[in-house]
Structure formats: structure tokens, C-alpha cells
């Protein structure tokens, strides 16, 4: 029996609809029975420079994306300049026939690293600088190409359909491109015109000619194209099947566990899970949970913070949405909030650092500043989810976090979770349970806020709670908010709140500190959105007999330790495995548990892994072939 996996690449400049064609493309084969992953790379401009978007569409559950592409829809010269020679023997290319003999420079867009390193590998196989050598290379390498004359198509669609308009609206060779394909690999047409009149429900009239150049590009690839070995036909879809975007995962869980203000100010990646709640403001109320989540756009990254907090301390849910450069501006708020034990939520989508960096890029670069974020000691939680369905129900658990141990919760994602487009089962908010802690409904008289207690955890009052008054300082203080130097009490009040740290280790499920998915002599430690592409190496090397264990850390800080030295205690070899340059977890790793790491397999260029690189990388460890550090470089 043969198994699906196929991988579609769609590319052109950005502002082209891109990432609205890979949409379209996602959710028709997401209808049709498919498991999806996506991932979507663009610059940091709002238009003209490469952005593309990879779907790899499989018959089985998928956790990332491979090196490979098997049918590639291009609409620009540049689209085939960098990613022709990721096209498989047997895949194929869609390309804009006008584009033909296009030298590499007139597409000014071409960085000259880049353009440096085609011109090398046209000229040692004696190619000429234009689409045309690079495709003669695709062709000789067993790629099948597919030429279509995209303005022509709409012209001749402008002449069936008597609609002047279509001539020259290129803004719908994204569509075609999406449909061509669609078309190609056989995929049933009314998927197709469904799923963009789904799209397209609030805008009758762009849904008619959206479906008209569908149908018109579907039923052009089918006549004409012949001779392709892949075919997408559809499987039985699995019930309870969601398509959704990697940011929707942290801001439905925020609306499920009872999130009532976020503070934010824009920041890429951060921005859009933000956005998507402010378009949801309003929502049905569920077991008498109330249904209006406030967000509110900040002058400033402190502004957010500091309202925040404001919010927390009325005993409303509050957290904020940032990335790298902004969390930065947020820590000495942070900092405050700790000494004040209030609990907040602290979303924080990782990019490629340092200072601005790649401002649209992925990298798991934040976790040791995360750790220890904020000058002096003060208790915090830092929590990583694995994938976006996780992340819906670690959401729930973060605020909990929070508000049972009254402290800041810092929750990682990133830039690769952000854009990416999967399928997985539907997200149950009945799963998510609220615990708000030792938060008061009544206070009697003499109420102190931070009073000691066995557990190290003070009852807490909130604003406007009769007899529930209290005190709040970024300076130290006694039990009821008053600022103090006494030197007994500074170290009284310093151990209530750090033995909180214990307190978290011996009271989180260890489930829900680390997930073991078995340990071998071989076994890696990950963490976050690197733990898709190592799950999907791991099953590649598995089906050659070769068995590798995986830890995945998702808490870590206070960093569990002991259990973890528990976990590993007959194993051998340690491979960590990140999106950093030094290898952040691994220096987490030896300082709690004692242990070195063997090997490192890191990635830093800016783009996310992808398990061909995670598999190769482990096939040269195994074969003792590889170096202490193995460095991952592909992506465009």
C-alpha cells in the first residue's frame, strides 16, 4: 500500500496573495480527507520582495514540513530562481510561459549572495543566467514542466465570461496557480469551488470571479497537462478534523480559559494572534463563563504591560502578546509584577534575534532571556508548547499557573507556530479547567496581602473588595504592601516568594512538566515548535530499525531536574535539538542536571527545520559521521 505525502510550493512577490492561494490550496485538500502542514516565509517589507508558501499534504497525522517539494506553481521569475532545484525527479514545475528568457538580472530582488551562488551553479553546467538555464536544469534532473501563459488565460477567461474587468486583474494568478494545480493532480473540482465561495462568503461578487478563473485554470490543466505521476484524488476524512493557523491556537485557548483583557502593541509575529481576538471580541457565553475578551493597542510594549497588570490586580485574566524585542521593554514591569506576586500571561512569539534581526523569521532565540528575564531573584514560570494543538490546552494551563502560584507566566511560542497552517482534531474547551487560586470573594478585617503562609502562597484580594485593601510597591515589603528595609523581614519575604519555585515543580503534573516519547541509548532533548520536525525523523528512522528517543521539555523554569535525570538515567547519549545559535536548552540542561550534551543540532538561518535536515543530521550521528554541532542550512 503507498502512502500520500506530497509537498506544493507556491511563490511570488509579496502583497501577490500568496498566502491566501496556499489558504485555498490547504483547506480544499483539508475537505478532502488530507492532513495538512504548512509554512509560510516572507521579508520583513510589507511589498515586492519573495514570499512563498510550502504545504505538505499526507494520508497519515504530519508534524512538519520536508525538503522536497513535488509540484511547484510559480508566477514569477524569481519563484523559479530559488526553489527550481528543490523540485523532486518526477515533480513538476507550473510556470507563467511570458516569463521566458528572464535574466537573473532583471529581477532586482535577487540578493547577491544568492545570485553569486546560481550564477556558480548555471555556469558549471553550462547554463545561461535566465528561467530558461535553470529550467533546462530541472528537466534534466526529471522534472516535468508545465508552461501556461497566465495573462493569456485570463484574457481568453475574459472573453467567455464578457468581463473586461478579468484582462488585467493580476491579482488572480494566485488563484490560478492554486487551480492549475488543483487541476494537475486530479483533485475533484467541487472541493475547489466550495471552499472559495466558503472564503469568499462576505463578498458575493469576488467569490463569482474567483470561482470563474477556478474553474476556467482547473478545467485548462486537465485538458492540456498529461504525464504526471502524482494525484490527489481525496481519503476518507477523519471526523472532527480542523484546519487551522498556528496563532489561532494560544487565542482560542485564551478565550476558552476565561482571558478577559489583552494589552498589546503590534510586533511581528506576535501581531496576529492579537488581531484575531480583537475580531472575536464578542463571544457566546459558555458554562457561565462571561464572553467579552477587551483588547486594547498600546502606545509602547511598556504601556501593555504595565495595563496588564493593571488588569490582573482587578482579578480579571489578563495577559499580553509580544515578541523578542518586546518583551525586552516589558521586563522591568516584570519584574514588578513578581515582587507584587500578580499572575500574568506573557505570550511570547519568538523571532530570530539580536536587536531588530529577521523581523519575520523563526528562531527559538528568547529562552534563556526568558529564563532569567528581570533583574534580582523572583519566582516565574516558563512554558514552551509543542505544536498549536497544544498550545490550546497549555494556554488554559498557563493562566492556572499563574493565578494558583501568583506568578508571572512567560508562554513560548514562535514565528514556525505562528505561520503555520495544520490540520488536527477539534480543540475541547470542556478540557480546559479554571483555577483561579487563592483568589478572594470575601475579606474580613485585617486582611494582609502578603501574608506568610505554610504553602507560600498569600490569599489575594482584588480592587474594590471591601476589607480586601492592600498595598503594592515595586520597592521590598512587610505583609501588607508597606515598604520595608528590615534586613529579617527582606529575607522572610525573599524565601515566601522563590520557595514558590518548589512549590511549582512538586504541585505541575510531571506530564505536563515533560513529555517522554520513550528514551533510547540515543535520545534527544527538544523543546517548542522543534519537537514536529524531530517526531517526523524519528518515525522516518524507525521504519529502518533504528529507535532514538525524545524528551521534549515544556517546562522550563523552575526546570524539572530530578525527573529528568530520572528519565535519562540509562541512557548514553544526549542530543539536543534547537532552533539557536549556543544551544540554549543544552546550557539549561547541563546546569540542572549536571549532564553534557553530546551532540547539537541547531538551526539558525532563520527559517524552520525541516525533518529531512532533523533525519539526515541523526542518520550522521548514529553512523558516528557527524560533527559536535550540526548545523541545518536548508530553506530559501
Known amino acids: 500500500m503507498s502512502f500520500v505525502d506530497f509537498s506544493w510550493l507556491i511563490g511570488g512577490p509579496q502583497g501577490s496573495g500568496i498566502e491566501s492561494g496556499a489558504n485555498i490550496f490547504s483547506k480544499v485538500c483539508a475537505e478532502m480527507g488530507y492532513q495538512i502542514f504548512g509554512k509560510r516565509e516572507f521579508y520583513s517589507n510589507i511589498k515586492g520582495e519573495h514570499s512563498y508558501f510550502t504545504v505538505r499534504v499526507a494520508d497519515k497525522k504530519i508534524h512538519s514540513n520536508v525538503n522536497d517539494v513535488t509540484l511547484m506553481a510559480a508566477f514569477d521569475a524569481e519563484t523559479i530562481f530559488r526553489h527550481f532545484n528543490e523540485v523532486i525527479s518526477g515533480g513538476g514545475i507550473i510556470y507563467d510561459s511570458d516569463l521566458g528568457d528572464t535574466p537573473t538580472d532583471s529581477v532586482h530582488t535577487l540578493d547577491a549572495p544568492f545570485k553569486e551562488r546560481l550564477h556558480k551553479e548555471l555556469e558549471s553546467k553550462n547554463k545561461s543566467f535566465t528561467i530558461s538555464g535553470v529550467l533546462e536544469i530541472a528537466k534534466d534532473n526529471g522534472v516535468k514542466l508545465f508552461p501556461v501563459s497566465f495573462k493569456s488565460l ?42 472559495i465561495e466558503t472564503i469568499f462568503s462576505k463578498k458575493p461578487e469576488i467569490a463569482k470571479i474567483n470561482q470563474q ?25 477523519e471526523p472532527g478534523t480542523i484546519l487551522i493557523q498556528g496563532f489561532q491556537g494560544t487565542a482560542l485557548g485564551k478565550m476558552a480559559c476565561g482571558c478577559r483583557l489583552q494589552p498589546y502593541y503590534p510586533i511581528t509575529p506576535a501581531s496576529d494572534e492579537s488581531v484575531y481576538l480583537e475580531s472575536n471580541e464578542i463571544l457566546e457565553i459558555i458554562d457561565e463563563r462571561p464572553g467579552s475578551t477587551a483588547v486594547i493597542q498600546t502606545e509602547d510594549e511598556i504601556c501593555a504591560m ?41 505570550t511570547n512569539y519568538q523571532r530570530s534575534g539580536p536587536s531588530t ?12 532571556f526568558a529564563v532569567y ?38 508562554h513560548m511560542m514562535d514565528k514556525f507556530h505562528a505561520s503555520s497552517v495544520i490540520t488536527c482534531k477539534r ?5 480546559i479547567i479554571i483555577n483561579r487560586g487563592k483568589l478572594l470573594e470575601k475579606v474580613d478585617d485585617g486582611y494582609r496581602r502578603f501574608e506568610f503562609t505554610d504553602d507560600g502562597v498569600s490569599p489575594r484580594s482584588r480592587l474594590g473588595l471591601d476589607n480586601g485593601i492592600f498595598w503594592n510597591t515595586g ?6 504592601g508597606h515598604i520595608s528595609e528590615d534586613p529579617i523581614l527582606r529575607v522572610k519575604m525573599m524565601d515566601k516568594r522563590m520557595s514558590r519555585l518548589d512549590l511549582i515543580l512538586k504541585n505541575i503534573p510531571v506530564e505536563e512538566q515533560v513529555v517522554s516519547f520513550g528514551v533510547e541509548e540515543y535520545t534527544i532533548i527538544s523543546w517548542g515548535s522543534t519537537i514536529g520536525p524531530v517526531r517526523d525523523a524519528l518515525d522516518l528512522l524507525k521504519k529502518e530499525g533504528i529507535s532514538i528517543g ?20 540509562n541512557n548514553k547519549t544526549i542530543i539536543d535539538v534547537e532552533a539557536n545559535h549556543s544551544g540554549q536548552l543544552g546550557k539549561l540542561f547541563k546546569q540542572n542536571t549536571g549532564r553534557d550534551v553530546d551532540y547539537f543540532i541547531l538551526k539558525y538561518t532563520g527559517r524552520a527545520m525541516t525533518s529531512t535536515e532533523v533525519y539526515d543530521s541523526l542518520k550522521k550521528i548514529i553512523q558516528n559521521k557527524a560533527n559536535k554541532r550540526e548545523i541545518l542550512m536548508h530553506g530559501a
Not at 427 to 431: E, G, I, N, R, V
Not at 475 to 480: A, G, I, T, V
Not at 559 to 568: I, K, T
Request: net charge negative; glycine share 10%.
Open 357 to 368: 534581526g529577521l523581523p519575520t523569521r523563526h528562531g527559538q532565540d528568547d529562552l534563556l
Open 306 to 346: 504595565g495595563m496588564t497588570i493593571g488588569g490582573a490586580l482587578t482579578g480579571t485574566r489578563s495577559a499580553t502578546c509580544t515578541s523578542g524585542p518586546g518583551f525586552a521593554l516589558m521586563t522591568e514591569m516584570l519584574g514588578w509584577a513578581g515582587m507584587n506576586e500578580v499572575p500574568v500571561v506573557i
Open 550 to 569: 525524545l524528551i521534549q521539555l515544556k517546562l522550563l523554569n523552575p526546570f524539572p531536574g530530578d525527573y529528568v535525570n530520572s528519565l535519562l538515567k
Open 373 to 410: 528575564a528581570g533583574h534580582g531573584d523572583f519566582p516565574k514560570i516558563v512554558y514552551a508548547s509543542g505544536d498549536v494543538e497544544e498550545s490550546f490546552y497549555d494556554t488554559g494551563n498557563c493562566f492556572n499557573y499563574a493565578d494558583v502560584f501568583q506568578v508571572p507566566v512567560i
Open 213 to 237: 478563473t477556478a474553474n476556467y485554470s482547473y478545467n485548462y490543466a486537465s485538458a492540456k497537462f498529461e504525464n504526471f505521476d502524482h494525484t490527489l484524488p481525496g481519503v476518507q476524512k
Open 427 to 431: 480543540f475541547d474547551p470542556q478540557k
Open 475 to 480: 520597592d521590598e515589603s512587610d505583609e501588607f
Open 154 to 195: 485570463l484574457e481568453s477567461l475574459s472573453e467567455e465570461t464578457e468581463n473586461p474587468r478579468l484582462k488585467g486583474l493580476i491579482r488572480m494568478f494566485n488563484v490560478i496557480g492554486v487551480s492549475l494545480s488543483l487541476g494537475l493532480v486530479k483533485m475533484p473540482p467541487d472541493s475547489l469551488q466550495k471552499t
